[in-house]
Structures are given as C-alpha cells and as structure tokens.
C-alpha cells in the first residue's frame, strides 16, 4: 500500500484526520504486511493508539496497551496546572486512577526529584503503567495499596478518574466507548461517583499545604469543588478554553496537623 492508499481508506471510515494518520502508519509499519494489518484495525474503529501501540503526551511517547485509557491530549493542561501548583519543593506526587501513568509521570518528569507513586484498580492499566513509569505503582482501590508511610506526606495528588455520566457513555465516539475499559469511563449518575471518593480521602495523605488536582467536566466543576470544600479542601476551579479541560484544585490549609 502507498500513502495515497491509506488516507483513502482512513478516509472512508470517517477518519478526520486521514493524512496525518497514515503518515504515522506507514512510518510504524515495518512490512507492506504489517501496514495492511494496521489499516484493516484502525478501519474497523481501533483507536489509533493502540494501533501504534503509544501516544504522545507532553512531549513523551507514552505506551498504550490495547483496553487501556488512552490520555488526551486536552490533560496536558491538568499536568501543567499540577506543576505549577507544586512549586521546586514537591517531594511525594501521587497519580490515582493512573491508566496509562501518563499524568503521573509527566508531572514526575516536570518536578525532577519527587517519589512517584501511581495507582489503578485495573491489572491491565497497572502492566501498562509499569511500562512507562519511573516510580512504584500499585494495583487496588484508589488508596488502599499506597503505602502507609506516605500519609500526610503527599505533596501532588492527581486523579483523572472516570467523569463521564453513566447515561452519556453510549454517545462517546466508538473509539473510547468500544475499547477503552468501562471502568475507566464511567463517573456514575452524576459523573461525581470516583471523584467524591478521591475528594474524601485526600486531607489524611496531603502533606500541609499539598494539593489535590482532579480533572472533571466543566458543568460538573462546580458540584466538584463543594465536594472538595465539604471534604476540608480549598477550592479552586482552573479552566483552559483552548485545551477544553476544566480542572478542580484542593489546598490542604498549610498549618494542618
């Protein structure tokens, strides 16, 4: 097949982006065979992704496993947010619901030195973490498997979790809604189910002033940041139109115990 080819056929399945993916696709193919085979998954509605088998986030090439979440390009703007907030003084960073372990090891990259912990309930989301993170990730339920050292020590708390309202994931492109875990799409009734439950356990694993960051949908923001402040969080709502990510901010007050 020739590129020309390709973009026809990408083109045909409804691929906006025709040219730029067979661009890609033919410089990770190895053999016409290997081409052909790629073409026929992303066709078929396999994210590109995991068609290649990696995304680029921050600037990195991150590994993505088949089922697994695939970070978007719009949470680059929760990384950034999250190293801005840390400050040169971060020591202890921990991304809950990490999927891939993207944010977490953007934000690790950014600062330098801080311990870096991840954790997803997912096994093949942890395998896939382990691929890309320079740190410990842990399997278990949001909290349960950190360490219980790091209690009152966590510097970044980061969780993009689930927010897609339960009712809302079957009008998700197929891409995300045929091959991306449920697990790591849906937020429940209201999108707030993880998300309440991130919020609640944060004050006893921040350190003082420490901060949890959370990505959520801009109307569920303001639902989120009571949550926070009835969790004994300040809130903050941080919002990029150009990136289209809302971001919800929790200070733990820095004279805590």
Not at 66 to 86: K, S
Not at 133 to 160: M, S
Not at 207 to 233: C, K, N
């Given at each position: 097949?020739?590129?020309e ?35 026929d ?41 999250a ?31 801080a311990?870096?912990?991840a954790?997803?309930?997912d ?22 498997p ?26 998700m ?16 009734a ?17 350190a ?6 959370v ?29 289209d990510?809302?971001?919800v ?9």
């Amino acid at each position: 097949m020739d590129s020309e080819s390709v973009v026809r056929e990408l083109r045909g399945a409804g691929c906006v982006f025709a040219e730029e993916e067979a661009r890609l696709l033919v410089s990770a193919a190895r053999d016409p065979g290997e081409l052909r085979a790629m073409v026929d998954r992303r066709v078929a509605g396999t994210p590109l992704e995991h068609v290649l088998g990696w995304v680029e986030f921050c600037g990195a090439r991150v590994v993505v496993e088949p089922g697994v979440f695939v970070p978007r390009r719009r949470t680059e703007f929760l990384v950034r947010t999250a190293v801005a907030a840390a400050g040169p003084d971060a020591r202890v960073v921990v991304d809950l619901c990490c999927g891939s372990g993207a944010v977490g090891a953007a934000v690790h990259s950014a600062l330098g030195r801080a311990e870096l912990h991840a954790v997803d309930v997912d096994p093949a989301a942890v395998r896939c973490a382990r691929r890309n993170i320079d740190g410990r990730v842990h399997e278990g339920d949001l909290y349960e498997p950190l360490p219980a050292e790091l209690r009152g020590r966590v510097d970044v708390l980061v969780a993009n979790a689930p927010y897609v309202p339960s009712g809302a994931i079957g009008s998700m492109p197929r891409e995300a809604r045929d091959h991306e875990r449920r697990i790591a799409l849906d937020g429940g009734a209201d999108g707030l189910r993880v998300q309440r439950r991130v919020a609640a356990g944060a004050p006893g694993w921040l350190a003082p002033g420490g901060r949890l960051l959370v990505e959520t949908g801009e109307r569920q923001a303001a639902g989120l940041a009571e949550v926070f402040a009835d969790a004994g969080l300040e809130p903050e709502v941080v919002r990029s139109e150009e990136a289209d990510c809302t971001v919800v901010v929790g200070s733990r007050d820095a004279g805590a115990r």
